[in-house]
Protein backbone atom coordinates (compact mmCIF):
# COMPACT_ATOMS: atom_id res chain seq x y z
CA UNK A 1 0.00 0.00 0.00
CA UNK A 2 2.95 2.23 0.56
CA UNK A 3 3.94 2.08 -3.15
CA UNK A 4 0.42 2.58 -3.97
CA UNK A 5 0.25 6.35 -3.68
CA UNK A 6 4.32 6.89 -3.90
CA UNK A 7 5.52 9.88 -6.41
CA UNK A 8 8.83 10.54 -4.48
CA UNK A 9 11.63 11.40 -6.74
CA UNK A 10 9.08 12.21 -9.89
CA UNK A 11 9.91 15.41 -11.34
CA UNK A 12 6.72 18.10 -11.58
CA UNK A 13 5.90 21.39 -13.24
CA UNK A 14 2.85 23.26 -11.15
CA UNK A 15 1.46 26.41 -13.18
CA UNK A 16 0.16 29.19 -10.95
CA UNK A 17 2.18 27.38 -8.32
CA UNK A 18 2.58 29.93 -5.89
CA UNK A 19 -0.69 30.78 -3.94
CA UNK A 20 -4.52 28.82 -4.19
CA UNK A 21 -4.74 26.05 -5.59
CA UNK A 22 -1.48 25.36 -6.84
CA UNK A 23 0.12 25.98 -4.34
CA UNK A 24 -1.78 23.12 -2.53
CA UNK A 25 -0.38 20.98 -5.24
CA UNK A 26 3.05 21.96 -5.24
CA UNK A 27 3.38 21.58 -1.59
CA UNK A 28 1.85 18.35 -1.17
CA UNK A 29 3.92 17.02 -3.75
CA UNK A 30 7.12 17.97 -2.40
CA UNK A 31 5.84 16.50 1.08
CA UNK A 32 5.36 13.29 -0.93
CA UNK A 33 9.11 13.52 -2.34
CA UNK A 34 8.76 14.75 -5.45
CA UNK A 35 10.85 17.39 -7.35
CA UNK A 36 8.75 20.89 -8.23
CA UNK A 37 8.92 23.51 -10.37
CA UNK A 38 6.52 26.09 -9.87
CA UNK A 39 5.21 29.08 -12.05
CA UNK A 40 3.43 32.65 -11.58
CA UNK A 41 3.63 35.42 -13.69
CA UNK A 42 5.09 37.52 -10.00
CA UNK A 43 8.30 36.58 -10.54
CA UNK A 44 9.38 38.31 -6.81
CA UNK A 45 6.51 36.43 -5.20
CA UNK A 46 7.68 32.58 -6.95
CA UNK A 47 11.04 32.62 -5.67
CA UNK A 48 9.93 33.36 -2.30
CA UNK A 49 7.40 30.59 -2.17
CA UNK A 50 10.17 28.43 -4.11
CA UNK A 51 12.69 29.23 -1.49
CA UNK A 52 9.96 28.47 1.09
CA UNK A 53 8.97 25.29 0.28
CA UNK A 54 12.75 23.92 0.27
CA UNK A 55 15.29 22.45 -1.90
CA UNK A 56 13.31 20.48 -3.53
CA UNK A 57 11.16 23.31 -5.62
CA UNK A 58 12.46 25.77 -8.10
CA UNK A 59 10.74 28.75 -9.41
CA UNK A 60 10.11 30.04 -12.79
CA UNK A 61 8.67 33.09 -13.49
CA UNK A 62 6.16 33.32 -16.61
CA UNK A 63 3.05 35.12 -18.15
CA UNK A 64 1.38 31.67 -19.53
CA UNK A 65 -1.07 34.14 -21.28
CA UNK A 66 1.21 33.94 -24.45
CA UNK A 67 2.84 31.67 -26.70
CA UNK A 68 6.06 32.89 -26.62
CA UNK A 69 6.64 32.66 -22.46
CA UNK A 70 4.43 29.26 -22.70
CA UNK A 71 7.67 28.44 -24.81
CA UNK A 72 10.33 30.13 -23.29
CA UNK A 73 8.97 28.45 -19.79
CA UNK A 74 8.62 24.58 -21.62
CA UNK A 75 12.43 24.96 -22.86
CA UNK A 76 13.29 26.39 -19.22
CA UNK A 77 11.70 23.62 -17.63
CA UNK A 78 13.11 21.39 -19.82
CA UNK A 79 16.83 21.80 -18.85
CA UNK A 80 15.70 21.84 -15.45
CA UNK A 81 14.32 17.95 -15.56
CA UNK A 82 16.84 16.84 -18.19
CA UNK A 83 14.40 16.36 -20.87
CA UNK A 84 12.32 14.40 -18.59
CA UNK A 85 9.14 15.54 -17.04
CA UNK A 86 6.53 12.99 -15.24
CA UNK A 87 3.95 15.42 -13.74
CA UNK A 88 2.37 18.38 -15.49
CA UNK A 89 -0.25 20.33 -13.62
CA UNK A 90 -1.86 23.36 -15.77
CA UNK A 91 -3.51 25.40 -12.76
CA UNK A 92 -2.60 28.88 -13.85
CA UNK A 93 -5.72 30.82 -14.69
CA UNK A 94 -7.54 34.08 -14.39
CA UNK A 95 -11.14 35.39 -13.57
CA UNK A 96 -13.25 37.81 -14.54
CA UNK A 97 -17.14 39.48 -13.38
CA UNK A 98 -18.88 41.78 -15.03
CA UNK A 99 -23.01 42.48 -15.38
CA UNK A 100 -23.87 41.02 -19.16
CA UNK A 101 -24.37 44.30 -20.87
CA UNK A 102 -20.93 45.48 -19.52
CA UNK A 103 -18.80 42.26 -20.05
CA UNK A 104 -16.53 43.61 -22.90
CA UNK A 105 -13.58 41.98 -25.08
CA UNK A 106 -10.80 42.32 -23.03
CA UNK A 107 -12.54 40.04 -20.20
CA UNK A 108 -12.86 37.22 -22.60
CA UNK A 109 -9.15 37.50 -24.33
CA UNK A 110 -7.26 37.97 -20.50
CA UNK A 111 -9.42 34.58 -19.17
CA UNK A 112 -9.41 32.46 -22.25
CA UNK A 113 -5.81 33.09 -23.35
CA UNK A 114 -4.86 31.92 -20.04
CA UNK A 115 -7.18 29.69 -18.97
CA UNK A 116 -7.44 27.80 -22.21
CA UNK A 117 -5.17 28.26 -24.67
CA UNK A 118 -2.13 28.83 -21.89
CA UNK A 119 -3.33 25.08 -21.10
CA UNK A 120 -2.78 23.96 -24.99
CA UNK A 121 0.44 25.41 -25.72
CA UNK A 122 1.90 24.62 -22.74
CA UNK A 123 1.06 21.23 -22.93
CA UNK A 124 2.03 21.01 -26.54
CA UNK A 125 5.73 22.68 -25.48
CA UNK A 126 6.55 20.27 -23.23
CA UNK A 127 4.96 17.39 -25.24
CA UNK A 128 8.66 15.45 -26.03
CA UNK A 129 9.70 15.92 -22.32
CA UNK A 130 6.38 14.18 -21.08
CA UNK A 131 7.08 11.36 -23.59
CA UNK A 132 10.57 10.93 -21.89
CA UNK A 133 9.10 10.80 -18.68
CA UNK A 134 6.69 7.97 -19.39
CA UNK A 135 6.28 4.48 -19.54
CA UNK A 136 3.14 1.82 -19.96
CA UNK A 137 3.06 0.84 -16.51
CA UNK A 138 3.49 4.35 -15.49
CA UNK A 139 2.58 7.29 -17.57
CA UNK A 140 3.49 10.44 -17.28
CA UNK A 141 0.52 12.68 -15.82
CA UNK A 142 -1.10 15.78 -17.53
CA UNK A 143 -3.85 17.78 -14.50
CA UNK A 144 -5.58 20.31 -15.56
CA UNK A 145 -7.69 22.17 -12.97
CA UNK A 146 -11.14 23.11 -14.38
CA UNK A 147 -13.66 24.20 -11.70
CA UNK A 148 -17.50 23.15 -10.87
CA UNK A 149 -18.87 26.35 -12.57
CA UNK A 150 -17.61 24.70 -15.64
CA UNK A 151 -20.11 21.93 -14.72
CA UNK A 152 -22.91 23.53 -13.33
CA UNK A 153 -24.39 27.52 -13.60
CA UNK A 154 -22.31 29.63 -11.27
CA UNK A 155 -24.06 32.48 -9.91
CA UNK A 156 -21.92 35.12 -10.11
CA UNK A 157 -21.30 36.64 -13.87
CA UNK A 158 -18.31 35.23 -14.50
CA UNK A 159 -19.31 34.35 -18.21
CA UNK A 160 -15.93 34.30 -19.43
CA UNK A 161 -14.36 32.50 -16.93
CA UNK A 162 -17.14 29.53 -16.84
CA UNK A 163 -16.81 29.35 -20.34
CA UNK A 164 -13.31 28.86 -19.97
CA UNK A 165 -13.33 26.07 -17.57
CA UNK A 166 -16.12 24.19 -19.34
CA UNK A 167 -13.50 24.26 -22.26
CA UNK A 168 -10.89 23.04 -20.09
CA UNK A 169 -12.63 20.00 -19.48
CA UNK A 170 -13.15 19.04 -22.75
CA UNK A 171 -9.81 19.64 -24.17
CA UNK A 172 -8.56 17.45 -20.89
CA UNK A 173 -10.52 14.80 -22.93
CA UNK A 174 -9.33 15.64 -26.13
CA UNK A 175 -5.84 15.73 -25.00
CA UNK A 176 -6.33 12.12 -23.54
CA UNK A 177 -7.59 10.26 -26.33
CA UNK A 178 -4.75 11.81 -28.53
CA UNK A 179 -1.86 11.33 -26.15
CA UNK A 180 -2.91 7.70 -24.50
CA UNK A 181 -1.03 6.03 -27.48
CA UNK A 182 2.50 7.86 -25.64
CA UNK A 183 1.21 6.85 -22.19
CA UNK A 184 0.63 10.12 -20.89
CA UNK A 185 -2.56 10.66 -19.03
CA UNK A 186 -4.64 13.84 -18.81
CA UNK A 187 -7.49 14.38 -16.48
CA UNK A 188 -9.05 17.12 -15.19
CA UNK A 189 -9.87 18.51 -11.27
CA UNK A 190 -12.86 20.39 -10.96
CA UNK A 191 -12.62 22.40 -7.55
CA UNK A 192 -15.86 23.67 -5.53
CA UNK A 193 -14.72 26.51 -2.95
CA UNK A 194 -11.28 26.48 -1.87
CA UNK A 195 -9.23 28.90 0.13
CA UNK A 196 -7.37 31.07 -2.08
CA UNK A 197 -6.90 35.00 -3.67
CA UNK A 198 -9.49 34.18 -6.59
CA UNK A 199 -12.13 33.00 -4.22
CA UNK A 200 -11.05 35.49 -1.67
CA UNK A 201 -13.57 38.18 -2.03
CA UNK A 202 -16.18 35.92 -2.60
CA UNK A 203 -15.93 33.98 0.08
CA UNK A 204 -15.65 36.86 2.67
CA UNK A 205 -18.74 37.97 1.05
CA UNK A 206 -20.63 34.88 0.69
CA UNK A 207 -18.87 32.56 2.92
CA UNK A 208 -21.33 31.41 5.33
CA UNK A 209 -23.75 31.17 2.62
CA UNK A 210 -21.24 29.03 0.18
CA UNK A 211 -20.61 27.03 3.03
CA UNK A 212 -24.41 26.36 3.75
CA UNK A 213 -24.62 25.46 0.24
CA UNK A 214 -21.85 22.47 0.35
CA UNK A 215 -23.67 19.13 1.50
CA UNK A 216 -20.41 18.58 3.64
CA UNK A 217 -20.50 21.96 5.20
CA UNK A 218 -17.13 23.05 4.69
CA UNK A 219 -14.71 24.77 2.55
CA UNK A 220 -12.30 22.72 0.74
CA UNK A 221 -8.57 21.91 2.61
CA UNK A 222 -5.76 22.26 1.03
CA UNK A 223 -5.04 18.29 1.86
CA UNK A 224 -8.33 17.86 -0.25
CA UNK A 225 -6.56 18.64 -3.45
CA UNK A 226 -2.67 17.69 -2.72
CA UNK A 227 -4.66 14.26 -1.88
CA UNK A 228 -6.64 14.03 -5.43
CA UNK A 229 -3.43 15.74 -7.25
CA UNK A 230 -0.70 12.92 -5.67
CA UNK A 231 -4.00 10.10 -6.56
CA UNK A 232 -3.73 11.00 -10.28
CA UNK A 233 -0.33 11.15 -10.53
CA UNK A 234 0.80 8.13 -8.72
CA UNK A 235 0.14 4.28 -9.38
CA UNK A 236 -3.16 4.44 -7.94
CA UNK A 237 -4.49 6.24 -10.61
CA UNK A 238 -2.35 5.24 -13.64
CA UNK A 239 -5.51 4.16 -15.60
CA UNK A 240 -7.22 6.77 -15.37
CA UNK A 241 -7.24 9.33 -18.51
CA UNK A 242 -10.25 11.94 -19.74
CA UNK A 243 -11.48 12.02 -16.13
CA UNK A 244 -12.96 15.26 -15.04
CA UNK A 245 -12.76 15.05 -11.05
CA UNK A 246 -15.36 17.55 -8.92
CA UNK A 247 -13.09 18.12 -5.79
CA UNK A 248 -15.99 20.03 -4.27
CA UNK A 249 -17.68 18.73 -0.73
CA UNK A 250 -20.94 17.72 -3.07
CA UNK A 251 -21.82 20.90 -4.47
CA UNK A 252 -23.01 19.76 -7.76
CA UNK A 253 -25.42 17.42 -5.53
Known sequence: MSNLFDISGKTALVTGGSRGIGLMIASGFIEAGAKVAISSRKADVCDAVAAELGPNCVSFPADLSTEAECLRLAREVGKWCDGS??????????????????????????????????????????????????????????????????????????????????????LTRVLAKRLASEHITVNAIAPGPFESKMMAATLENFGDSIKASVPLHRIGEPSDMAGTAIFLSSKAGAYITGAVIPVDGGLLL
Not at 85 to 90: A, E, F, G, T
Not at 113 to 137: C, M, Y
Not at 138 to 164: C, F, K, M, Q
Open 85 to 170: LNILVNNAGATWGAPFDDFDDAAWDKVLDINVKGVFQLTRFLHAELIAGASAPDPARVINIGSVDGIHVPTLETYSYSASKAAVHQ
